[in-house]
């Protein structure tokens, strides 16, 4: 009994309430692109909502599934966190080529679409796995 309220427990009324507010944030986004206020209250709610997800706990495993999983799958866990890291190593350079070519239209008077489009997506690529090494380290 004593092992059972250690474990933490699953709030699914939490995890209600942050679906309904990222529905909400993603509509403001939707709705309102061209209002800021709207657009900064859409992007909180969207932040709010992820930190809800966590604290409600209903994605997590339980002790024992977790414990049984992490012996078998060590060294492959190892080898696919370190190709993260190279991958989200090659982006800063990339990132830089991508902003010194978009510096490069500007300079010119923007009459190519191509380095928008190619730093758009660097830069989508590098919040992508930067966040993602970043939830890494803090988890």
């Not at 009459?111 to 190619?118: L, R």
């Amino acid at each position: 009994m004593a092992s059972e309220s250690a474990l933490p427990q699953k709030r699914y009324w939490l995890f209600v309430l942050a679906v309904l507010l990222l529905l909400a944030g993603g509509a403001a986004l939707f709705m309102g692109p061209k209002n800021f206020g709207i657009w900064s209250l859409g992007l909180g709610a969207c932040i709010v909502s992820v930190y809800l997800i966590r604290v409600s706990n209903v994605h997590s495993r339980s002790v024992s599934a977790a414990t049984g999983s992490e012996g078998t799958d060590s060294k492959a866990k190892k080898g696919q966190g370190r190709l993260i890291w190279i991958i989200g190593a090659a982006l800063l350079p990339l990132a830089g080529a991508s902003f010194f070519c978009l510096y490069q239209d500007a300079l010119h008077g923007y009459h190519e679409t191509t380095p928008v489009y190619v730093f758009a997506g660097v830069a989508a690529l590098c919040a992508l796995v930067w966040s993602y090494l970043a939830s890494r380290l803090l988890h």
